[in-house]
């Protein structure tokens, strides 16, 4: 039983046009996060949310919306893609937020060419 | 702030050597977590450890050890008899306790090598 699943594993597609990537999470935990890692695999935090509630909103354009239709559920759209979205992008749930081990999920590759 | 630095950025072994990963930190807060996790070739990211700032015991699972030392703000891995399934890259974490946040704040990661 995979714990957290993303969907697609690898994404390309064209400048300006607009994805979805889907996150789930079978661990029956509160709070699911969303993740860049760039080309030099450094990982920055995204999105927060509890129980669909969002708590963190770093310093991302605001062509990133997620949604987190239930608490097992944080979906990341992306509109008007550009090239510097390259990158992977980890989903991932905690049982709470403070402090709790962060269980991650397989990534997505997106390529925007 | 919060801030991780993992000085190593390549690391490369040959089998069965013994290997030390540093991870130094900063954070204002007394209380606070640190992880680490290893990213094989596959990309995905694998939880090893998780260690709250009261609890300064050093830890050892298998060929895996951590040392954990607020006094210099280090919370060193050693691999023990390393091998090449071993090859990754190591992220060491730390976020903070309390508060509605738990934004984990990645190290840039050693990678390592294990050369058979």
């Known amino acids: 039983d995979t714990a957290v699943s993303q969907t697609p594993k690898y994404l390309v597609t064209q400048m300006g046009n607009d994805k979805s990537i889907k996150c789930e999470q079978n661990l029956g935990h509160d709070t699911m996060y969303w993740y860049k890692q760039d080309s030099k695999k450094f990982l920055k935090i995204m999105f927060s949310y509890n129980n669909k509630e969002l708590i963190i909103n770093e310093t991302v354009p605001n062509r990133f919306s997620p949604k987190s239709p239930d608490k097992a559920h944080l979906n990341l759209h992306i509109n008007s893609l550009e090239l510097g979205d390259s990158a992977v992008y980890f989903c991932a749930s905690s049982q709470r937020y403070s402090g709790d081990t962060q269980y991650f999920g397989p990534g997505t590759r997106l390529t925007v060419l | 702030a919060q801030k991780v630095t993992q000085a190593q950025t390549e690391i490369s072994v040959v089998e069965k050597e013994d290997v030390t990963l540093d991870c130094v930190y900063e954070?204002?807060?007394?209380?606070?977590?640190l992880f680490w996790y290893k990213q094989p070739p596959s990309g995905e990211l694998v939880f090893l450890i998780r260690r709250n700032s009261f609890d300064e015991q050093n830890e050892i699972s298998g060929r895996y050890s951590w040392n954990f030392q607020k006094s210099t703000s280090s919370f060193n891995f050693t691999i023990t008899a390393s091998q090449v399934v071993d090859s990754a890259v190591y992220f060491c974490a730390l976020t903070y306790g309390g508060g509605r946040a738990n934004n984990l704040f990645f190290g840039t990661g050693t990678r390592l090598t294990v050369i058979p």
């Open positions: 954070t204002r807060d007394t209380t606070y977590y």
